[in-house]
């Protein structure tokens, strides 16, 4: 199982908060660095502000030097697929060819509304998600002259430049949708990512999604499927207790939804997890301060799983 490190900075955080996670993170031997891609802060203040997601990765690309970056997820209401086709190359090219692109349909209507971006209906989000997703692998993909006539965008011979570092930066695509979400995936992801959820759930999903490939005539192997849980590993109970208080959870409630407990309880689920397919994890990591928390899991953690 590999683990990476997933964060939220719109709850609160500046680029040296990040840079300081990302390195902790590189030097540790996690996986990746993942950030989410929001614009207004969930149940706080989020001082000192959002910050842009690509802009940020644009700056850990230079900032760090082996570590994968990524997005969990770009919201394709925030940016024209041409536009983010460009931004991911550029990011991936500074990086040295280390950017994956988690994309979405975007969800939170009230950080539209504060911010003047439109927000449809759910429907016209998954269409225009599913017409980014075609703009952006077929801009990268493409010798030049590629062409796009669709609902929502209309691309016209475009040369498809830049072109990433990698062949094709990884695309990951996740969610809960019962039909469209597993189709998106079967059709353009190298990644499945389940956001929070039990076993339960990830085994009936992982199910739609590998009938999914069937269904287009693909390889489910082909994908890489994952799940993303929220952290809080303690060496003892009263380390795990603290760690739920700093981040405003109870460490009972996180046993059952999240990634907690002690490192022994924490190696267990993630076996458990791994038994029904899951191949990565993002410890969504929310007290950016608490670097101790990654050298545990990197010690205690990382060598049994």
């Known amino acids: 199982m590999e683990l990476r490190v997933f964060t939220e900075p719109q709850q609160g955080a500046t680029y040296d908060d990040l840079l300081a996670v990302a390195l902790e993170a590189e030097r540790l031997g996690f996986g990746a660095f993942f950030r989410s891609d929001h614009y207004l802060g969930m149940g706080t203040d989020g001082l000192p502000g959002p910050s842009d997601a690509w802009i940020t990765l644009a700056g850990l690309a230079r900032d760090t030097s082996t570590i994968r970056l990524g997005t969990l997820m ?66 990268w993909a493409t010798e030049g002259g590629f062409t796009h006539e669709g609902a929502h965008y209309r691309v016209t011979d475009s040369p498809g430049l830049p072109k990433p570092a990698q062949a094709k930066p990884p695309v990951l695509i996740g969610g809960l949708g019962k039909r469209r979400t597993p189709a998106l995936a079967a059709a353009y992801a190298d990644e499945f990512n389940l956001p929070f959820v039990d076993e339960e759930t990830t085994t009936a999903q992982l199910a739609r999604v590998r009938a999914a490939c069937e269904a287009a005539d693909r390889d489910s192997d082909d994908l890489v499927y994952s799940n993303a849980l929220v952290l809080c590993v303690g060496a003892d109970e009263a380390e795990v207790e603290r760690r739920a208080k700093a981040i405003g959870r109870d460490k009972d409630e996180l046993r059952t939804n999240g990634l907690a407990g002690t490192p022994d309880e924490v190696v267990d689920k993630i076996g458990r997890y791994a038994a029904l397919g899951s191949e990565r994890l993002y410890l969504q990591v929310l007290d950016l301060t608490d670097l101790d928390h990654l050298r545990l899991v990197a010690a205690a953690v990382m060598p049994h799983v």
């Open 74 to 139: 770009t919201s394709a209401t925030f940016r024209l697929p041409g536009p983010l086709a460009i931004s991911v190359a550029n990011v991936d090219q500074m990086s040295g060819g280390r950017v994956e692109l988690g994309i979405g349909a975007g969800w939170f209507a009230e950080e539209h509304t504060k911010y003047g971006i439109p927000f449809p209906s759910t429907a016209e989000r998954f269409d225009r998600l599913e017409e980014q997703l075609a703009i952006i692998t077929g801009l």
